[in-house]
Each structure stands twice: as C-alpha cells, then as structure tokens.
C-alpha cells in the first residue's frame, strides 16, 4: 500500500510506496526534472524526513516522466545566475550531506537522463537501477563548469580515473548498458520493469541489517584514505559495535535455526 505524504512540497513527491521503503520522486517533469532551489531545499527536507522516520530502512529517488534530472535548472534559477559558490554552499551541499550522513541505503531509479547535478545525484546514492533508455552526462564541462554536487568525489570512487576524465572532459553520453558494464549502475531494467526491480532490491535492502549497512557504508567511503593499519582499527571499532547489535544476536540464532532472519536494523 502506497503511503502519499507529499502536501507540503512544490516539486517532489514523497511516498512510502512499501512497507519500509521511502520514495523521492523529482517532480518536474516539463523541466526534465531540472533542480530550482526549491527543489533541493525540498529533497534536503525529505530526506531529513525519511532519515527520522525509524520505520523506513531504504530510501529511493527518482524522476516524474521521461528524465531523472538534468541537473542545475538553467533558464529558472536567478538565484544561480548571481552566485553560484554561494548556491552549492547554501542548497546543493545540505543536500549531499544529508543523502550521505543517511545510516539507510540510498537508490537512485534512473528512469532517463541523468545529468549534471543529476547525474551527481544519482552517483551520490549507494546503488543505481537504470532504465535501459537511461543515460549518464556530466554536462559541466559544455557550459564551461567544473563538476559539482560530489561529482569529483564519487566519480572517479566508482569509475575510476581514466573513465571520470573521459566522462567529464569529453562530456560523452554513457548509456545504461555501458554503465552497467563501467560498475557505475547495479541492474539495467527494461523501462516497464524498472519499478519492480527497483523495489525488489529496496524492500531486500529495508529487511537486512541496517544498522551494520550504514557502518559498512562509512568505512568503505573512509578506506579510500587510510592505510592499512587504520582500516584494520577502524574494522575493530565498528565490528565491536555490530557485534553488539540485536541484529548480530538475531542474524545467529537465525543461522543456528536454519530459518530466516527478522532483522530490525538495530
Ligand atoms: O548555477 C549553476 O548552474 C551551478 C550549478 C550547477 C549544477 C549543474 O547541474 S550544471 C549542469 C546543468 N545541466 C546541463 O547543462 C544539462 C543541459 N541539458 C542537456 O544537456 C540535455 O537537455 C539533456 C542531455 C539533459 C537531455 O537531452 P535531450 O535531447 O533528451 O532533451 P533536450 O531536447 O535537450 O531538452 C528538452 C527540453 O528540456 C529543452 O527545452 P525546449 O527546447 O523543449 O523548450 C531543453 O532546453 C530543456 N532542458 C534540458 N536541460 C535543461 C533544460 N532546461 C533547463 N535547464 C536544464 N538543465
């Protein structure tokens, strides 16, 4: 049963379309979705939203129509025109803070294009389910900008060097099949097929153990700057914490039991 909680928002819907799951849902569709101010501000709250609700345990974005986002609003947004450092700083990076300080998995449902900030956004979530006619553009370079909205950090993390500098520098469109076969998507799905894909994986991830996802998550992110020793610490710590979980307790009696285990993300 779907959940519509989305009276309060000018841009994006926001529903729990499964039990444990919260849907995102960019909602301009005239506009292929392009952010306004607005928008990012909105995303930032529902994310904040679906971060404080204990029941939802994975959370999915997505785009109203034929795109997923195509990044910056470019005709709409004097407020970008005027300053741009001042635009990141105030509504792309509470944004970005928000998604990767979420303690929940995070899915971008890639239904089109996927550009600029768009394409940031999508890259910025744990896994990406694309439509087969999604594609990837960095877009920055085209009209003279550096990448933004994590961009530089994630790119490359998942790609690769090499491939972020073609994509960025050259601003070549990837399509979902080579972004299937570049690690950067997790699953191609024919576009009717891409909701229950989606979910499939969603309500796997909303029924796992939450709580030892989110402590992975962090230390995958944090590897790429420590050494060895620091990493083997950071194991200690963290599996000291998951190994006190109720979840941990449960993951073995489930095993000693052969039956299935009922986690609840604690
Ligand atoms: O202030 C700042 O800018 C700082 C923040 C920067 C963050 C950023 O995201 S910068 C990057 C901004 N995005 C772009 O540069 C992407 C521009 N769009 C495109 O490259 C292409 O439109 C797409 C690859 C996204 C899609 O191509 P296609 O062929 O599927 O569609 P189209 O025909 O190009 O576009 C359809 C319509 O959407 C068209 O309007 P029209 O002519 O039918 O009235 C097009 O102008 C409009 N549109 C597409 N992208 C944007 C947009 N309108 C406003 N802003 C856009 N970003």
Request: hydrophobic share 45%; with cysteine.
């Amino acid at each position: 049963m779907t959940t519509q909680v989305n009276t309060i928002y000018e841009n994006i819907l926001y529903d729990v379309p499964a039990p444990g799951v919260a849907k995102i849902t960019l909602n301009r569709p005239d506009a292929l979705n392009a952010f306004t101010p607005t928008m990012v501000r909105e995303i930032t709250k529902a994310l904040q939203v679906a971060k404080d609700a204990a029941e939802v345990r994975a959370v999915i974005i997505t785009g109203a129509g034929r795109a997923f986002c195509a990044g910056q609003d470019l005709k709409a947004t004097p407020e970008a025109v005027n300053d741009v450092s001042n635009l990141l700083k105030t509504t792309y990076r509470p944004m970005l803070e928000t998604l990767g300080t979420l303690g929940k998995p995070t899915l971008a449902m890639v239904n089109g294009v996927a550009a600029g900030a768009g394409m940031s956004l999508s890259i910025a979530c744990d896994f990406r389910v694309a439509s087969e006619k999604a594609k990837f553009v960095t877009a920055f370079a085209k009209i003279a900008l550096v990448p933004d909205s994590g961009m530089i950090y994630n790119l490359p993390r998942l790609v690769g060097l090499g491939r972020a500098q073609e994509l960025i520098s050259l601003n070549r469109d990837l399509t979902a099949k080579e972004a299937l076969d570049w690690g950067l998507v997790t699953r191609v799905a024919a576009p009717e097929e891409l909701e229950a894909t989606t979910m499939q994986i969603a309500t796997q991830l909303a029924t796992s153990a939450t709580y030892a996802f989110s402590l992975t998550r962090q230390m995958l992110h944090q590897s790429f700057e420590l050494d060895l020793d620091r990493v083997l610490k950071l194991e200690e710590t963290n599996q000291g914490l998951a190994g006190t979980s109720a979840d941990f307790k449960e993951g073995v009696a489930a095993f000693e039991a052969k039956r299935l285990p009922n986690f609840k993300g604690k």
